[in-house]
């Protein structure tokens, strides 16, 4: 019914559990992703947030509605946009593709209880840094979306590099739809997982917690 597609540049998985960074030992996060999204009826893109955007001085919720779904995506096969094609174009597929979803009335998760490790842009030697970001790829890559959504997109300079900004508050009254056969559970799940101590898991200082 779904499939993940995942970036070659993520390194770890973290739930963000009490405005802490625990990482996860299996695929649990993703089996409950799953179960969360197939609640509704019109969310046929999900994925996890950046671990970077994430720290214990910020109060966040656990998903965002209605915004980009970038390098961990949860993608609906039966998902059809207008002109019949899913991924297109040679930059941002990701964006456009989660822009197009919007556009046709659906909706987006981004969990923030779930996050990716993802290595820095063009901190990674080959794929995009060394075809598509090099020269003036990321101006390219910035002004082709726009090309594609001028009514929601604009370049602009952050970081040192040249990027797009889009702005997702066009989208926030798309509504989700709850499925009419869906039965939700009392109480709550832990989905099995528990906090463990280990002593030096892999990037991690001694002490760390993990799930």
């Known amino acids: 019914k779904r499939h993940w597609i995942l970036d070659d540049n993520l390194?770890?998985?973290?739930?963000?559990?009490?405005?802490v960074q625990v990482p996860v030992n299996d695929g649990t996060i993703f089996r409950a992703a799953e179960d969360f999204v197939d609640r509704y009826e019109n969310v046929p893109l999900a994925g996890f947030q950046y671990k970077f955007f994430c720290n214990a001085s910020v109060v966040s919720p656990p998903f965002i509605p209605n915004?980009?779904?970038?390098?961990?995506i949860l993608i609906d096969?039966?998902?059809v946009l207008p002109g019949g094609e899913r991924w297109r174009g040679r930059y941002n597929e990701d964006?456009?593709?989660?822009?197009r979803a919007l556009k046709?009335?659906?909706c987006t998760v981004l969990f923030i209880a779930f996050l990716a490790d993802k290595i820095a842009t063009m901190k990674m030697a080959g794929g995009n840094t060394d075809e598509l970001y090099v020269d003036d790829g990321r101006l390219q890559m910035a002004k082709s979306l726009v090309d594609q959504h001028p009514d929601v997109t604009t370049i602009v300079n952050k970081w040192g590099r040249w990027q797009h900004s889009v702005n997702y508050s066009k989208f926030r009254g798309n509504k989700f739809v709850?499925?009419?056969d869906f039965k939700p559970q009392t109480g709550s799940s832990e989905y099995g997982m528990k906090l463990r101590e280990h002593g030096n898991p892999a990037g991690h200082k001694k002490g760390d917690s993990v799930k």
């Open 11 to 19: 390194r770890r998985f973290y739930r963000f559990h009490k405005n």
């Open 67 to 72: 915004t980009r779904i970038y390098s961990c």
């Open 77 to 79: 096969n039966s998902l």
């Open 95 to 99: 964006t456009d593709l989660s822009l």
């Open 104 to 106: 046709a009335g659906h």
């Open 178 to 180: 709850p499925r009419k």
